[in-house]
């Protein structure tokens, strides 16, 4: 009986390897499939172990969810090639801008957080069941996008609980994700955050995925991801008049390391 199980078994994995080899769509079904069962699954196990650690919702967590997630990147064959980690080391708190670019980016977050960081994200991922609770528990910062007001709102506390509890900010001002290889224009939620709490701005770019991912070609393959960490653009003496410029300053810095590092011309 069970070497019957075993031969079905084989035969099983034998057939979806060899559609895998065969039809792009299935493979890119099966491997996008298997990735949200890592979420779910790790989630789950991970959540008691940040309940049991640390009690409840803290930024505290963000070590134990980023331990594990940074697991994930060998199940699908990426590698990351990271610079300027050092510009990471400001003293006090900071606003983290980056590149937004597919479901994948969470590898790529927890393989270069920094401690004491916390993330803002759209409140719909408060109700993707465990993945829901383990970025609750992770301290992240949940932002009704539908509603400006109410937007505006939580990043006022943003901005009170970035200096007191002395931690920094991380935020995708694209405001959604974008697979094309180059940038949408940026949002000035972060920016004006960043001016109205005086801390720096520090860009992290990541090469376009588009060589080794793109849903609209059925492509998920192996690849390398070249992250680099800028220096801080400071904000000290800059009022709500220099948002605008700080934006463009930004975006434009961002955008020409985004294309140096993909390896396409400015």
């Not at 309940?51 to 409840?56: I, K, T, Y």
């Not at 270069?112 to 069941?129: F, I, N, R, S, T």
Request: with cysteine; proline share 5%; glycine share 8%.
């Amino acid at each position: 009986m069970e070497l019957g199980w075993l031969l079905w078994g084989a035969a099983v994995l034998l057939l979806l390897h060899v559609l895998m080899e065969l039809s792009p769509a299935v493979n890119f079904v099966l491997r996008i499939g298997f990735y949200y069962v890592l979420c779910i699954v790790f989630s789950a196990l991970t959540a008691p172990v940040c309940l049991l650690v640390n009690g409840g919702r803290t930024v505290k967590n963000m070590r134990i969810i980023k331990t594990v997630v940074k697991t994930f990147k060998y199940f699908f064959g990426l590698r990351f090639e990271v610079k300027g980690l050092e510009n990471f080391e400001v003293e006090g708190p900071a606003i983290i801008v980056s590149n937004h670019q597919s479901i994948l980016d969470m590898m790529g977050l927890m393989e270069v957080l920094p401690d004491d960081c916390v993330q803002v994200g759209k409140k719909e991922l408060m109700y993707a069941g465990t993945v829901g609770l383990i970025i609750y528990l992770g301290g992240v910062i949940f932002i009704n996008r539908k509603s400006t007001t109410s937007a505006k709102m939580v990043m006022a506390e943003v901005a009170k609980t970035m200096t007191t509890d002395n931690v920094k900010v991380w935020v995708y001002p694209e405001g959604t994700r974008n697979c094309t290889g180059d940038l949408l224009p940026f949002k000035k939620g972060a920016f004006h955050l960043a001016v109205q709490a005086q801390v720096p701005v520090i860009p992290v770019v990541y090469s376009s995925f588009t060589t080794f991912y793109n849903p609209k070609k059925n492509l998920f393959t192996s690849g390398k991801i070249k992250v680099e960490v800028l220096p801080p653009i400071h904000t000290k003496g800059l009022t709500s008049d220099d948002v605008t410029d700080l934006t463009d300053r930004c975006f434009r810095t961002m955008r020409e390391t985004l294309f140096r590092l993909s390896g396409r011309p400015s």
